[in-house]
T-cell receptor, first 115, second 114 residues
Framework: AQKVTQAQTEISVVEKEDVTLDCVYE???????LFWYKQPPSGELVFLIR??????QNEISGRYSWNFQKSTSSFNFTITASQVVDSAVYFC????????????FGTGTSLTVIP | EPEVTQTPSHQVTQMGQEVILRCVPI?????FYWYRQILGQKVEFLVS????????KSEIFDDQFSVERPDGSNFTLKIRSTKLEDSAMYFC????????????FGPGTRLTVT
């Protein structure tokens, strides 16, 4: 069965520190997609990144970077030089290409960046 | 850039009342979804809809729930007789026929049942 685990429930860091949010997934499918979403206090889901199962290249976008490792079924997200505006709940999600594409979300990691 | 819209942004209703949550998916999308997020919890899949019928639904989506695409633009979620535990944020999402990997989420409707 498909499952996403975000073991870190809450993380607090001081501004300018780096922080890594962990995501481990389970799926039997060979073709799937992984996502990260940010949910600020206003509640909307802000898309950050999508990765498909064939693309294991790491990606960097400004202060954000993602490390996808199929061997360990992990898709971790690092924020470099964190800022107060990064405070939010971050969700990792899995969608498989062969069973309707519903999203399976993790339980989220609440990140607080302290000024 | 096209986006998914949802109305209302916040709905307050009394237990036992019927509510209809509305979504306007992106215009050329063919697959539609509803998700629910109880406060402080994860986002959970409710139902997917394609070609005017439900393609998949979760255990949460019981007989109290229904979905409809009444015209060419709207996609609605109806809860027939709301319960306190239906209080949650409801997200609509849509995707195109061509991109199996991407769903575009609306901003959500916060439903409060009193």
């Amino acid at each position: 069965a498909q499952k996403v685990t975000q073991a870190q429930t809450e993380i607090s860091v001081v501004e300018k520190e780096d922080v890594t949010l962990d995501c481990v997934y389970e799926t039997r499918d060979t073709t799937y997609y992984l996502f990260w979403y940010k949910q600020p206090p206003s509640g909307e889901l802000v898309f950050l990144i999508r990765r498909n199962s064939f693309d294991e290249q790491n990606e960097i976008s400004g202060r954000y970077s993602w490390n996808f490792q199929k061997s360990t079924s992990s898709f971790n997200f690092t924020i470099t030089a964190s800022q107060v505006v990064d405070s939010a709940v971050y969700f990792c999600a899995l969608s498989d290409a062969n069973t309707g594409n519903q999203f399976y979300f993790g339980t989220g990691t609440s990140l607080t960046v302290i000024p | 850039e096209p986006e998914v819209t949802q109305t209302p942004s916040h709905q307050v209703t009394q237990m036992g009342q019927e509510v209809i949550l509305r979504c306007v998916p992106i215009s050329n999308h063919l697959y539609f979804y509803w998700y629910r997020q109880i406060l402080g919890q994860k986002v959970e899949f409710l139902v997917s809809f394609y070609n005017n019928e439900i393609s998949e639904k979760s255990e949460i989506f019981d007989d109290q729930f229904s979905v409809e695409r009444p015209d060419g633009s709207n996609f609605t979620l109806k809860i027939r007789s709301t319960k306190l535990e239906d209080s949650a944020m409801y997200f609509c999402a849509s995707r195109s026929r061509w991109d199996r990997g991407e769903q575009y989420f609306g901003p959500g409707t916060r439903l409060t049942v009193t």
